[in-house]
Each structure stands twice: as C-alpha cells, then as structure tokens.
C-alpha cells in the first residue's frame, strides 16, 4: 500500500514538473511583449535620473535658447502657461465631479436625502 502511495506522489511530482516547465515558457513567451515598453521605461528614469543629478544643463539650454531667440521663445512660454491652465482647469472640474459623485454616492448608501 505504502510503495504504491509513493509511485503515486512520484507520478504526481513529475507531473507537477512538467507542468511548471511548460508554464515557465509559456510565461517567457509572454514576457518578451514587455520589454519593448519596460525597456523605453527604464530609459525615461535614466534620463529623469541624470536630470535631478544634473540640473543646470537643462537651465542653461532654455536660458540660452531664450537669449538667443526671445520671441520663440515668448510665443512658447505663452504657450505652455496656456496649456498649464487648461491642465489645472480640467483637472480641478474632474476632481470635484469625483467628489460630487462620492458624496452623492455616501448619502445614497447612508439612506439619508441629500441636502444639498
């Protein structure tokens, strides 16, 4: 009884291996999707990286670029604050829509009518 419970567990161990191999491969084969995308990742925290070790560089392009081509360099200034606000705009009415549906969504679950 004993010899063929161990065959069993042996049996069942190959199997177990096997499986583990083929879900290896399977997961390798998966993986190779990623390394395009992590790839380019790791290369933004680099660049990200060498800019926090190395902020005058960056300063000294725009302070150059700006003496050198002041209207451009307005134009794009204007620009980019721009841009900035309609950031800042959109970002403040999705937040308090969120918090408007949290609140509506907290008074319906309390049973209580809104009181607003």
Not at 47 to 72: E, Y
């Amino acid at each position: 009884m004993r010899h063929q419970r161990d065959e069993e567990l042996a049996r069942r161990q190959q199997e177990l291996l096997v499986r583990s191999a083929t879900l290896r491969v399977i997961l390798g084969q998966q993986a190779r999707v990623l390394q395009t995308p992590l790839g380019l990742a790791d290369q933004v925290r680099g660049g990200v990286q060498w800019l926090r070790k190395h902020p005058l560089w960056p300063l000294a392009s725009v302070l150059l670029i700006a003496l050198t081509r002041p209207r451009s360099s307005m134009r794009w200034a204007s620009r980019l604050w721009m841009v900035r606000d309609l950031y800042r705009q959109v970002r403040r009415l999705v937040f308090s829509r969120k918090a408007q549906a949290a609140n509506a969504h907290q008074t319906a679950a309390s049973g209580q009518p809104d009181q607003s």
